[in-house]
């Protein structure tokens, strides 16, 4: 969240940005420790609380913009929609590699 990399685009593309709160951002930094100890099952209610107050709050995506949310979040079927940036790039690479010209791909 720091950095702004997600933060700073969509809010300059009109979409309003929920952060946790320092008590939930400890339990998301918690939560990736627990997927990095193999232990899924705490992460999932470390994580599964802070999704929650975020879609109390009115948010309907969340970006889990770190490698071991993603593993969790799939487990968690309350709270707002997940959106996985690592994912969405994936995404967005193929899709732009299917339309760009063989001259534009590098070839």
Known sequence: MASGIYTDRLIDNGVA?????DAEQRA???A???VKAGEMERGVGLLAPVL???????ATRVVVACTELPIL???ID?????????????????????????TAAGR
């Open 17 to 21: 940005v929920l952060h946790p709160r």
């Open 52 to 58: 929650e107050a975020l879609a109390r709050s009115g």
């Open 78 to 102: 309350a709270g707002p929609q997940i959106v996985d940036p690592t994912a969405a790039l994936a995404r967005a690479c193929v899709r732009s590699a299917l339309v760009l010209p063989a």
């Open 28 to 30: 998301v930094i918690a």
């Open 73 to 75: 979040s799939e487990r």
């Open 32 to 34: 990736i420790a627990a």
